[in-house]
C-alpha cells in the first residue's frame, strides 16, 4: 500500500481503547496526562513533564503527520497518545512509538490493545514493523518482549529537536504477529 495507508489515520478502536488522530486541538487535555513526571522517568528524555519540553514532543507528534491521541473506550478519558512513523514503502516497514500512557492504565491491557490495533492496521500494508525503545526504559522493553516482538539491535535515537539518545530496537514481522495473534483469535 501507499504511505498515505498511515497519514490518513482512520480511528481504530476495540473494546479497551480508541486511536483517533491527534490534532493541534488536543495539546492542552494531552499534556494534563503528560505532566506526570512518573510517565516519563524511564523515557530516554525523563523531562518530558515539563511543559516547554512537551510542547516539542507535541510539535513533533503533529508533524509525523501518524499521531494518534488514546482514550479509554469505556470511559472515553485521554489517556495517552502514540504514533506510526518513519514509514518506508520500498523496504514495507513502519515504526510504531512515541507512546505513553496515564499510570493508571499500566498493566491494566491497554498497551496491549493499542498495539494491537496498530499492528493490525500496519500489517495491511507493512512486512516488518520497528519499536524505538528507550535503552533504559525497563517497563517498555518489557512490555514489547510480551507483545512478541524481538531485540535486533541498538540505535541512538534523535527525537524532534533533541539530542540523539540511546535505544534499542525491537521488530515484529507480519506472519510472526498472525501466528502469535491467531491463538486468541479463535
Known sequence: MRASHFLARPPLANSKVRLEPLTPADFEALYAVASDPLIWEQHP???RYRREVFENFFAGALESRGAYRVHDAAT???IGSTRF???DPGARVVAIGYTFLARGCWATGHNRAMKTL???HAFAAVERVVFHVGAANH???QAMEKLGARLT????VAYHGEPP??????EIHRDEWRASTARFRG
Do not use: I
Open 118 to 120: 496498530m499492528l493490525d
Open 45 to 47: 528524555n525523563p523531562d
Open 76 to 78: 472515553g478519558a485521554l
Open 165 to 170: 539518545r540511546p535505544n534499542v530496537v525491537y
Open 153 to 156: 539491535g541498538e540505535l541512538a
Open 85 to 87: 512513523y518513519d514509514h
Open 139 to 141: 517497563r517498555s522493553r
